[in-house]
């Protein structure tokens, strides 16, 4: 397979940036989406989403895409990028329900179709799905000439574009060798340069898409674990620590920060599956039950500490909502997870993020107040909690921290000269400096008043 004529089949998040991508690499994209509006926008050149650079994109190649019924959209291409939503289900595995929607409308459209179509499923799904589920669907309605593979993407929200356009790897599994072969024909086309790719079954691509995640999720509560240790223990830092443990070329640096827990729409399901897996085939996953299980219990870990030394329905800042740089999402934002827990203590939240306009009630405890200015916010509260390493904090100045109590989760204030007036701490370090100077700050008032 040469002439590749591509389409994309759910125009969200992933599916528009990986349009996107395609465009940009000179290919014309046919897209379908279940919802109308989506397709109306993708014709239009407007993406779904604000994501980093998505707009300039969808500007620059809006004459390479349009969008189609899903049938014109298969019957007019030959390899398709399948990019639904696999939701998780309460007990962690993840929803098949849209793929199977997709899969049995396609397995009637290519009984009209006597070419070869490579068809790509980008969603995460559980080992086993691919084949047992949904090329089934195929199998029952009597249709073989096509080709399969499972390719999920690595990416991260906030850097869709660039994580597609320069993967580390490329993860391709194969239902047979020609379906294998094609995907990574149409991938040289795409990485013109030297390409990392691996070729697998569907089944190993299934595990290894979760590992990845599951095993970054690890790392980074290793730091965090280490963190907690070195807390409790005069003379640390944490960093010295942690990129010292990195730079031993076994383990590697990325990832490996002591800050707030990981969040987000993937990590934190991905850890969910396996130890959902494990418990459906009998395989000891305990490993991520115990990194999700440390993750949640971060937060409170972390306040238990800082609140005793807090006074009671004190005003606090929490400074990034959003569960990382870059992004608007809050999906198991650690920040709104510390601001909730902050509110319900009963201290009076105030928070910031550049990145939203507002806060939706639902997921925010509802005496929290949203400050669009960060100066208005800094200027209301006695404790500034930043979560978000953001260049709008690290330029918070030493003169709007005069007299604060300052918790830096990311440590990006720590060389900076602050006031002496401010109690700053980077977490993560040494827990006895904090007591230190809180105690200090408190014989301070003690005499002075
Ligand atoms: N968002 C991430 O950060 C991320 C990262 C890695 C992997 N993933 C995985 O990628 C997949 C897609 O994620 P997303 O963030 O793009 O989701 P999304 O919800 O933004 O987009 C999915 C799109 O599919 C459409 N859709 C649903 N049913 C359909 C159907 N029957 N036919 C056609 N279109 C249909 C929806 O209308 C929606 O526009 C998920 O499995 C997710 O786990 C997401």
Request: charged share 25%.
């Amino acid at each position: 397979m040469k002439d590749f004529k591509v389409s994309v089949v759910g125009l969200g998040k992933l599916g528009s940036s990986l349009s996107a991508c395609f465009a940009s690499r000179g290919y014309e994209v046919l897209g379908y989406d279940i919802n109308e509006a989506n397709n109306k926008n993708f014709n239009k050149g407007k993406p779904p989403i604000n994501e980093t650079d998505l707009d300039k994109y969808f500007r620059k190649y809006k004459s390479k895409f349009k969008s189609s019924s899903l049938e014109n959209v298969i019957l007019n291409t030959n390899i398709s990028f399948i990019v639904i939503p696999t939701p998780s289900s309460k007990n962690g595995s993840f929803s098949a329900k849209y793929a199977n929607d997709v899969f049995s409308k396609i397995s009637k459209i290519l009984k009209k179709k006597k070419d070869y179509h490579l068809f790509v499923l980008v969603s995460t799904v559980l080992p086993g799905t691919s084949r047992n589920i949904l090329l089934q669907k195929f199998y029952d309605n009597k249709v073989f000439n096509f080709g399969y593979c499972y390719s999920p993407a690595f990416i991260a929200l906030g850097q869709i574009i660039k994580d597609f356009l320069e993967p580390d790897f490329l993860l391709i599994g194969q239902l047979d060798k020609k379906s294998g072969t094609s995907l990574r024909n149409f991938y040289k086309s795409i990485y013109k340069k030297s390409m990392n790719y691996r070729i697998m079954s569907l089944e190993s691509a299934e595990i290894t898409k979760l590992s990845v995640n599951t095993y970054i999720t690890n790392k980074i509560s290793y730091a965090n674990m280490i963190s907690e240790v070195a807390q409790r223990i005069p003379f640390t830092n944490i960093d010295d620590i942690t990129s010292a443990i990195g730079s031993d070329s076994r383990i590697g640096n990325k990832y490996l920060k002591a800050g707030l827990g990981f969040a987000g729409p993937c990590f934190p399901r991905d850890n969910k599956a396996i130890s959902f897996i494990g418990k459906k085939i009998g395989a000891d996953t305990s490993l991520a039950l115990t990194t999700e299980k440390f993750n949640l219990n971060l937060n409170k870990n972390n306040l238990k500490k800082y609140l005793k030394y807090f006074k009671k329905r004190e005003k606090v800042a929490v400074l990034g909502l959003s569960y990382k740089p870059n992004t608007n999402s809050l999906d198991e934002s650690q920040s709104l997870d510390l601001s909730n827990l902050l509110s319900k203590n009963k201290y009076k939240v105030f928070c910031h993020d550049k990145k939203l306009n507002s806060i939706d009630k639902k997921p925010f405890d509802k005496k929290i107040v949203f400050k669009k200015h960060l100066k208005q916010c800094i200027k209301n509260s006695k404790c500034i909690f930043i979560t978000k390493d953001e260049q709008i904090y690290r330029d918070i100045t030493p003169k709007s921290l005069k007299n604060k109590i300052v918790i830096d989760f990311w440590r990006i204030l720590k060389n900076k000269k602050l006031d002496k007036s401010t109690t700053y701490f980077s977490h993560g370090d040494s827990f006895n400096n904090f007591e230190t100077k809180m105690n200090q700050r408190n014989i301070v008032k003690n005499i002075e008043s």
